[in-house]
């Protein structure tokens, strides 16, 4: 079971607006309509971004995206690939909080929590190398909608190995006594992935990396420093465990690449990047 949430904020519906109008601005060749949506999902790719990079990753995941979410101006998916899919064969190039080196790059990956039944949770990216693994949840303007943790009780009742010790399990148990304790993280979505990150990959380091858009005046509305607040709060219950959890926002990634001095091709992608998606609310 999904996190539930319960209400948009009115800063979401003012970045909306926004990021239709950049795709407008970037695409001014295409009919993009009121809620956001361009006829096809080619459409909505940054110019350095091939359907090659990604498509069969994505048709073989949960949900249609293509032909549905990933249209949209405002999808997480379609800024997940717009931003690493150049990356899918130039991993040397890619640089995160976590280093590699990484030598396969899969979007909308399964990571089994072994619960009976049920789907196994997607994630955004995948990294995984020789000695790290790394896997990337994406998230575009979802955390500005209200939210409450809900787990099956198929949780504590079939993970009955070392995760049980671990601080995303303990987390799991005080959110489901206290559900409404994150407003605009979603948690439970988190402490999932990180159940089957710990599953899957039993014999290297593993990150979950929570990656996260902000516009380029934060300070325009408090729920964007809220939102920081409870990522603090989270990483502060699961620290020690694996997976090892890090946050960081999509423009404090690209800076550091910015700051790289950049491959020219990698300049290039940046400069589409921040036009499409470094906008004001």
Not at 1 to 24: E, N, T, W, Y
Not at 114 to 129: E, F
Not at 159 to 170: L, N, S, V
Not at 255 to 274: I, V
Request: glycine fraction near 6%.
């Amino acid at each position: 079971m999904k996190q539930s949430s319960f209400g948009d904020s009115p800063i979401r519906s003012r970045a909306l607006v926004g990021l239709r109008a950049a795709l407008a601005r970037q695409r001014p060749d295409i009919l993009i309509d009121d809620k956001g949506y361009a006829p096809d999902f080619r459409d909505t790719l940054l110019p350095l971004v091939t359907t090659d990079d990604f498509e069969a990753d994505l048709q073989a995941g949960d949900g249609n995206e293509l032909q549905t979410k990933f249209r949209a101006a405002h999808s997480s998916s379609g800024l997940a690939v717009n931003c690493f899919a150049p990356f899918r064969n130039r991993s040397a190039d890619l640089t995160l909080p976590v280093q590699g080196p990484f030598d396969a790059l899969q979007f909308e990956q399964k990571c089994p929590t072994g619960l009976r039944g049920g789907r196994a949770p997607n994630l955004d990216v995948l990294l995984t190398g020789p000695i790290k693994v790394v896997g990337i949840e994406s998230k575009l303007t979802e955390y500005l909608a209200r939210h409450r943790a809900a787990f099956s009780p198929a949780y504590a009742e079939q993970i009955r190995d070392d995760r049980r010790e671990q601080g995303y399990f303990r987390e799991m148990l005080r959110l489901v006594d206290a559900p409404d304790s994150y407003v605009w993280l979603d948690a439970a979505q988190l402490i999932k992935h990180g159940f089957g990150l710990a599953r899957c990959f039993r014999d290297r380091p593993v990150t979950l990396l929570y990656l996260f858009w902000e516009p380029a005046n934060p300070d325009a509305a408090p729920e964007f420093a809220a939102h920081r607040q409870e990522i603090s709060a989270f990483a502060e219950r699961v620290a020690g465990s694996t997976p090892e959890f890090r946050a960081m926002s999509y423009p404090e990634l690209w800076r550091t690449w910015h700051d790289a001095g950049p491959a020219t091709w990698l300049a290039q992608h940046l400069a589409a990047l921040r036009q499409r998606y470094e906008i004001t609310v």
